[in-house]
T-cell receptor, first 114, second 112 residues
Framework: AQSVAQPEDQVNVAEGNPLTVKCTYSVSGNPYLFWYVQYPNRGLQFLLKYITGDNLVKGSYGFEAEFNKSQTSFHLKKPSALVSDSALYFCAVRDSGSARQLTFGSGTQLTVLP | KAGVTQTPRYLIKTRGQQVTLSCSPISGHRSVSWYQQTPGQGLQFLFEYFSETQRNKGNFPGRFSGRQFSNSRSEMNVSTLELGDSALYLC???????????FGSGTRLTVV
């Protein structure tokens, strides 16, 4: 079975400061990892993914994430937060096998304070 | 190119009724997955369709069903609605490789 943990329900950061949203995962095979962002009353918007290759993945809106196989982590980062980054962030995983469903973490509400 | 289109955006139904939600995937995407999002349970996988066949199913009762048409459009149906079915239902489309998923804006279902 696959699982994702987002240990922080809420992350607050001041505008201009770096931000980190944490994610750890568990899969039986090689992981496909994703980050999505959700604004109120909207669907999920894709930020970035790790399938294979470089452990540092760069995505939309200045976000990046580092895949760490030994720690089974895929933390989302941004060097300088914007107030407009305030939203709900989801980490998701699927294994590289035949099952296609994503398993999501519980979400982290990011608030960037002006 | 057009994104994933879900209709309707909002629905209000009464307990015991049934409902049908629609999802049109990105052109060329043959895989459509459905997810339920609730405050208590988060995002949960319902089922996935590929080439008109259900390929994978989550842990939901048989009241939840779906289908996919030859043009890859998908519908999901919930029969005998319960209050707990109130949720945001999200559809995601993907190429068969399953290494990228694009989500629609969702259908907000309220059961009263």
């Amino acid at each position: 079975a696959q699982s994702v943990a987002q240990p922080e329900d809420q992350v607050n950061v001041a505008e201009g400061n770096p931000l980190t949203v944490k994610c750890t995962y568990s899969v039986s095979g090689n992981p496909y990892l994703f980050w999505y962002v959700q604004y109120p009353n909207r669907g999920l918007q894709f930020l970035l993914k790790y399938i294979t290759g470089d452990n540092l993945v760069k995505g939309s809106y200045g976000f990046e994430a580092e895949f760490n196989k030994s720690q089974t982590s895929f933390h989302l980062k941004k060097p300088s937060a914007l107030v407009s980054d305030s939203a709900l962030y989801f980490c998701a995983v699927r294994d590289s096998g035949s099952a296609r469903q994503l398993t999501f973490g519980s979400g982290t509400q990011l608030t960037v304070l002006p | 190119k057009a994104g994933v289109t879900q209709t309707p955006r909002y629905l209000i139904k009464t307990r015991g009724q049934q409902v049908t939600l629609s999802c049109s995937p990105i052109s060329g995407h043959r895989s459509v997955s459905w997810y339920q999002q609730t405050p208590g349970q988060g995002l949960q996988f319902l089922f996935e369709y590929f080439s008109e066949t259900q390929r994978n199913k989550g842990n939901f009762p048989g009241r939840f069903s779906g289908r996919q048409f030859s043009n890859s459009r998908s519908e999901m149906n919930v029969s005998t609605l319960e209050l707990g079915d109130s949720a945001l239902y999200l559809c995601a489309s993907s190429l068969d490789r399953g290494n990228g998923y694009t989500f629609g804006s969702g259908t907000r279902l309220t059961v009263v």
